[in-house]
T-cell receptor, first 113, second 112 residues
């Protein structure tokens, strides 16, 4: 019940395309869903986060979509750029309690020009 | 702005050796964390400190100890290193007891 399943493991997208990364969770008590971006050799960085009281949140080219009934959420990167090439992690927690933050296994995104 | 600084960046140890990983942040954050990252497993919380003087266990604390020396510094100690502790270790910080916002660049630790 504590798992967060992330797919795909790796993703190759052409410049200008849409990158889509999906996550699914089992624990219905989760109510905070952040995404992290990690470049090679660097630590993760908090990218965007959503609560289940909204179905979508957009920040620039990055959009989180949330489906509470399906217990799924996804990250869409519009107009993908080579600079977006990184590993993306979804996560989930009950509230903003960091000791309960469960990470997905990551998606390695490569955007080719 | 340095953000979160971790030292060392790389280290190779022999089984049974001890080592302390150092972390310092210059953002005046209250909360600090230690995570480990292993291939195919995402990040897992080892220990965290909600404020100076307090520490709590995370998901995988066995084999580790921590010290919140002051508001800036949070160290992670391996008393008797084991090959299973080969990993990339990340320190992070946040303003309050909140999602970890700022991560260091990691310490890549190999235990032979």
């Amino acid at each position: 019940q504590q798992q967060v399943k992330q797919s795909p493991q790796s993703l190759i997208v052409q410049k200008g395309g849409i990158s889509i990364i999906n996550c699914a969770y089992e624990n219905t008590a989760f109510d905070y869903f952040p995404w992290y971006q990690q470049f090679p050799g660097k630590g993760p960085a908090l990218l965007i986060a959503i609560r289940p009281d909204v179905s979508e949140k957009k920040e620039g080219r990055f959009t989180i979509s949330f489906n509470k009934s399906a217990k799924q959420f996804s990250l869409h990167i519009m107009d993908s750029q080579p600079g977006d090439s990184a590993t993306y992690f979804c996560a989930a927690s009950r509230g903003r309690n960091t000791d309960k933050l469960i990470f997905g296994t990551g998606t390695r995104l490569q955007v080719f020009p | 702005n340095a953000g979160v600084t971790q030292t060392p960046k790389f280290q190779v140890l022999k089984t049974g050796q001890s080592m302390t990983l150092q972390c310092a942040q210059d953002m005046n954050h209250n909360s600090m964390y230690w995570y480990r990252q292993d291939p195919g497993m995402g990040l897992r919380l080892i220990y965290y400190s909600a404020s100076e003087g307090t520490t709590d266990k995370g998901e995988v604390p066995n084999g580790y100890n921590v010290s919140r020396l002051n508001k800036r510094e949070f160290s992670l100690r391996l008393e008797s290193a084991a090959p299973s502790q080969t990993s990339v270790y990340f320190c992070a910080s946040s303003e309050a007891r909140d999602m970890p916002q700022h991560f260091g660049d990691g310490t890549r630790l190999s235990i032979l």
